[in-house]
């Protein structure tokens, strides 16, 4: 299901010549809460400018000097090679309403603008694109799976790839130097490096040794080849251990919010037990009290701590 929200967060490109045309609509889009809105007076930069973001939506004025709607539309056809976009056209002229449907548009607006038209518009042509795009997200779905599964697993391979994206170069040379240096390519090449130096530095090729037994020179070389590797090899841990960190931050605060919520559940049953007469399990080793009780992460620290501190000392008093 597509909510409010992910309709909100919708990628909206305006094109229009009228800079207060532009102005106009950016106001109405984001007093009603869309966060994703961006503009463009230059009709020829449309089809890079899809490319690049893929809007789902594209709000177009027809007349424009240079190019106009229709020629921007025609152009899209040409140069996009995935899915046409939705496009909302902008008329003031009723003759050019049929001609940009076929064109390609989904549909229009006129002017003047009127606010009620131009947001349902827009919220229905953005649920049509998310609900197009969910369907093709999910169409070779694994049917064992439930949808939830799904998209959990979407949600996990996106935040991967943002914290990817978010890396610096020098992080991004890092973890490409380590993974290279993890691969059999790597050992394959450093085994025939190894073997043409031992042999040409054998003089039975009739080349003078530059590097004699006991490879010297060679020896440096891979000393300090070992010492560049085991930093990159660091700067990848490193930055693999922030991320770890950020994961099981997030699974404790997913396990709080679980341990709080089933809580509140148990209080409400035992209510419910409380106001229609149902007795406990006589068998039942769980407590009531126990159960109901809400369970603070530093008591459970401070208990692991104590445990623990306690196990040392009964091992030292055992070995001495």
Request: net charge negative; hydrophobic share 45%.
């Amino acid at each position: 299901m597509i909510s409010s929200a992910d309709i909100l967060r919708g990628k909206i490109l305006i094109v229009d010549d009228q800079e207060a045309n532009v102005i106009l609509i950016e106001r109405m889009l984001r007093s009603a809460g869309y966060t994703s809105v961006s503009s463009t007076m230059n009709p020829t930069k449309v089809d890079e400018l899809y490319r690049t973001n893929h809007y789902d939506l594209i709000i177009l004025d027809i007349q424009m000097p240079g190019m106009d709607g229709f020629q921007v539309m025609e152009r899209l056809k040409g140069r996009v090679t995935d899915e046409y976009p939705q496009v909302l056209v902008i008329t003031a002229d009723p003759d050019h309403k049929q001609k940009a449907m076929q064109a390609g548009a989904k549909d229009f607006v006129s002017k003047p603008f009127e606010l009620i038209e131009v947001l349902t518009r827009v919220q229905n042509m953005l649920e049509v694109r998310l609900l197009q795009k969910e369907v093709f997200d999910h169409k070779d779905d694994n049917p064992a799976l439930s949808h939830i599964i799904q998209r959990n697993i979407r949600k996990i391979i996106q935040v991967r790839l943002k914290s990817v994206r978010e890396q610096d170069l020098q992080d991004r040379i890092a973890n490409r130097m380590t993974s290279f240096a993890g691969s059999m390519l790597f050992f394959y090449i450093h085994v025939v490096w190894f073997c043409l130096w031992f042999l040409l530095n054998t003089g039975h090729l009739g080349i003078i040794p530059f590097d004699p037994y006991p490879y010297g020179f060679l020896t440096v070389v891979v000393s300090l080849e070992a010492i560049f590797l085991a930093t990159f090899v660091l700067i990848s841990q490193n930055l693999l251990a922030k991320e770890a960190e950020r994961l099981t931050d997030l699974g404790l605060q997913t396990g709080l919010l679980t341990e709080h919520e089933l809580t509140r559940v148990l209080q409400m049953l035992r209510a419910i037990q409380n106001k229609i007469g149902i007795t406990n399990d006589k068998v039942s080793d769980l407590a009531d009290a126990d159960l109901e009780m809400e369970t603070k992460i530093e008591d459970v620290l401070s208990e692991i701590d104590r445990l623990q501190r306690r196990e040392v000392n009964i091992r030292r008093v055992h070995t001495s």
